[in-house]
């Protein structure tokens, strides 16, 4: 007899310790997320610091989380503390070996790292990367954008090959005709490079990424000395974002060419107090 009520008793106390432990395991992945949105919502802030603090909470209330991976990641390459954003996208691919963000943002700090150090072994990392993605997702225009802007330099055609790509994945994106421009831009096919910057404005013209495109199409008029349009694009550029030391050093050097010593003075005088400008 006794029996009779001890199982189910047992069985009903088993239940309620499993669901306890359930309630647990829910609220800590309820708290993670919370804290990978508030860690999205400082990134929009562009507070890197107290994004990477949030995501950081989120990873230590739910260790197998990929996404605070990725995030914190990004977070640190915008820091270009890029040693850490690598660990971090390389533990995002340990849980999800699949997932083309990882790769692409790994390679990404790749290819900042390479820019900061000169590390050819860097930007062969990245390349295999964005090849990684691409194999993952062969949609994926942000994948090929970034593969064409890592072989500006070693394979022109191929370059060019993976940003007309990335513009036929996703043609309304200013991003993709930015890059192509770039690489347009440091093999001096300066036309074509004019050409791409002045879509990348047309798609989104009051953005960051205008402000750069501006910048750069000023270059390439300079570079051409058609000097009052890259002084005009300059100008449009520092409107946007008057932080811009590369389109204060371009205007400089184009008032430079123009004979134009005192505003030449002042701008190259500016841009060289914005990038000595502590972070």
């Given at each position: 007899m006794k029996m009779q009520w001890y199982c189910p008793l047992r069985a009903l106390f088993c239940a309620v310790v499993l669901l306890g432990c359930g309630a647990s395991?829910?609220?800590?992945?309820?708290?993670?997320?919370?804290a990978l949105q508030l860690g999205d919502s400082l990134m929009?802030?562009?507070?890197?610091?107290?994004?990477?603090?949030?995501?950081?909470?989120?990873?230590r209330l739910d260790p197998k989380l990929t996404a605070a991976y990725v995030k914190r990641g990004v977070a640190y390459e915008k820091k270009r503390n890029f040693d850490m954003a690598i660990a971090d996208q390389t533990e995002a691919i340990r849980l999800d070996p699949i997932s083309a963000d990882a790769y692409i943002n790994r390679?990404?700090?790749y290819s900042g790292k390479n820019a900061?150090?000169?590390s050819k072994l860097e930007l062969d990392k990245a390349i295999a990367d964005f090849t990684s993605a691409?194999?993952?997702?062969?949609?994926?225009?942000r994948?090929?954008?970034h593969r064409g802007s890592a072989l500006a330099i070693k394979d022109f055609n191929k370059a060019i090959a993976d940003h007309t790509e990335a513009i036929r994945l996703d043609p309304k994106s200013a991003d993709g005709y930015f890059q192509r421009g770039c690489t347009y831009m440091v093999n001096n096919a300066l036309d074509k490079a004019i050409a791409d910057y002045t879509e990348a404005i047309r798609l989104n013209p009051n953005s960051e990424r205008a402000?750069?495109?501006?910048?750069?199409?000023?270059?390439?008029?300079?570079?051409?000395h058609d000097l009052d349009k890259a002084i005009a694009d300059c100008t449009e550029s520092i409107r946007l974002e008057p932080k811009?030391?590369?389109a204060f050093g371009v205007r400089g050097h184009a008032y430079e060419e123009k004979g134009e010593k005192i505003k030449a003075k002042d701008d190259l005088e500016q841009a060289k107090r914005l990038r000595t400008k502590p972070k």
């Amino acid at each position: 007899m006794k029996m009779q009520w001890y199982c189910p008793l047992r069985a009903l106390f088993c239940a309620v310790v499993l669901l306890g432990c359930g309630a647990s395991v829910g609220s800590e992945s309820d708290s993670a997320n919370r804290a990978l949105q508030l860690g999205d919502s400082l990134m929009d802030k562009e507070d890197l610091d107290a994004a990477i603090s949030a995501f950081t909470e989120a990873i230590r209330l739910d260790p197998k989380l990929t996404a605070a991976y990725v995030k914190r990641g990004v977070a640190y390459e915008k820091k270009r503390n890029f040693d850490m954003a690598i660990a971090d996208q390389t533990e995002a691919i340990r849980l999800d070996p699949i997932s083309a963000d990882a790769y692409i943002n790994r390679g990404s700090a790749y290819s900042g790292k390479n820019a900061f150090c000169g590390s050819k072994l860097e930007l062969d990392k990245a390349i295999a990367d964005f090849t990684s993605a691409i194999w993952i997702d062969p949609k994926s225009a942000r994948a090929y954008m970034h593969r064409g802007s890592a072989l500006a330099i070693k394979d022109f055609n191929k370059a060019i090959a993976d940003h007309t790509e990335a513009i036929r994945l996703d043609p309304k994106s200013a991003d993709g005709y930015f890059q192509r421009g770039c690489t347009y831009m440091v093999n001096n096919a300066l036309d074509k490079a004019i050409a791409d910057y002045t879509e990348a404005i047309r798609l989104n013209p009051n953005s960051e990424r205008a402000a750069a495109a501006y910048g750069n199409r000023g270059c390439a008029y300079l570079w051409k000395h058609d000097l009052d349009k890259a002084i005009a694009d300059c100008t449009e550029s520092i409107r946007l974002e008057p932080k811009s030391a590369w389109a204060f050093g371009v205007r400089g050097h184009a008032y430079e060419e123009k004979g134009e010593k005192i505003k030449a003075k002042d701008d190259l005088e500016q841009a060289k107090r914005l990038r000595t400008k502590p972070k």
